[in-house]
Every structure is written in C-alpha cells, then in structure tokens.
C-alpha cells in the first residue's frame, strides 16, 4: 500500500518552543489530516487540508497542504504541557465516494520540565 | 451526547476463542471503518463499510470479519484465525457534508490482549 513518511519520530521540547513536524509521500493525496491521540484514547482531529497549498490554522496550530501534493507540515506555537502526545498525518485519495485513509508512524511530542 | 462508542475498553482473549468488538455511532454517519494500532506504529486499516449491508476488505483483513446490519452499528470479529491479536483497535465513522467528503473521527478504542 501507499506509504507516508512521517518525521521527526519524536520530539523533545521545553514548554514555550515552537514545533514542527512534515509528511510526505510517494504519491499524491487530495486530502491532508492531522490528528492529535492521547495514551489510550482515539485519535482527534485537529486540522483538514482540501486543497494544495491551502494554510490553515487553529489556534496555535498551522498546518499547510503542499503544491505537489505529496506532502504536509504541522506547526504548533509556543507549545504548552497538553500538547503533549502523539501526532499523526493522515492521506486520503477518494475512489468512487470510497475514502480510505493512509496514516504516518507518528511524531511523538514530550516536553521537557 | 453525539459520538462514537467503543466497548469494551479492555478484552482478555484465550487461545482460540472469537471475540467481538462493538463500535456505535448516532452521527447518522454512512461510513465506518475498523482500525488497528500496533506500538511505534500508524493505523492499519482491517476492514470499512460505506453503507448499512455492505462492506469491504481493508489492508489487513486476514482473521478478521464484520457486519454491517444496522447504520449505527459496525462491530468487529478478532477470529482465531488472527495469530496476533493483541493491539489497540480504533472504529472510526464519516458523513457527508456539503462540500463532500468529511474527515474520519474516532472512538476511544479497545485494548485487545491475550491470556
């Protein structure tokens, strides 16, 4: 299947820095989505990309849907102790009204006392 | 309140016995999908449904089955047949809105283990 290269793997922070973390992929996707999951919980939402080269943000998250469309980044600003967890991108091409989604491995976020 | 609710949030499974997850939604989303997680890595997809008595093989299908008899309703089977069970296993459910396609939004998930 289609695979989606999620970096950095992890991340070690103190509260206050801002982070950034990309995708890519071997092939093109015509949506972007970034989901936040804590330990043991399902993953949440946080930002959906529709269009390349689209720039969203919510609050203190930005992410941007690449020209090529093989790729995605996620920024947060002045992170904060609940940003703490694991953030994943996820790709999707729909098929027919089929939407399957590809996910990354992953960054995970740990911030620094 | 309105969602996705997976139960239960642990099962203990024994050496060749089926288990069953359940996932319901009253979103009134058409599409569900079943999803395992292994540590260290993303989402694997096991099997979806875009509408009620209908479904379809996802990645990694194999040991796995599903119904779809009712819309809110999509519970998963782990068989025996699967040789490693043990994961953390996601139900996920779409809509329609008017610009098209909605984002998947995901249940709490259910921790499967092995006695």
Known sequence: GQQLNQSPQSMFIQEGEDVSMNCTSSSIFNTWLWYKQDPGEGPVLLIALYKAGELTSNGRLTAQFGITRKDSFLNISASIPSDVGIYFCAGSIPNFGNEKLTFGTGTRLTIIP | ?115
């Open chain 2, 1 to 115: 309140d309105g969602g996705i609710t997976q139960s239960p949030k642990y099962l203990f499974r024994k050496e060749g016995q089926n288990v069953t997850l359940s996932c319901e939604q009253n979103l009134n989303h058409d599409a569900m999908y079943w999803y395992r997680q292994d540590p260290g890595q993303g989402l694997r997809l096991i099997y979806y449904s875009q509408i009620v008595n209908d479904f379809q093989k996802g990645d990694i299908a194999e040991g796995y089955s599903v119904s779809r008899e009712k819309k809110e309703s999509f519970p998963l089977t782990v068989t025996s047949a699967q040789k490693n069970p043990t994961a953390f296993y996601l139900c996920a459910s779409r809509g329609e809105g008017r610009g098209g396609n909605q984002p998947q939004h995901f249940g709490d998930g259910t921790r499967l283990s092995i006695l």
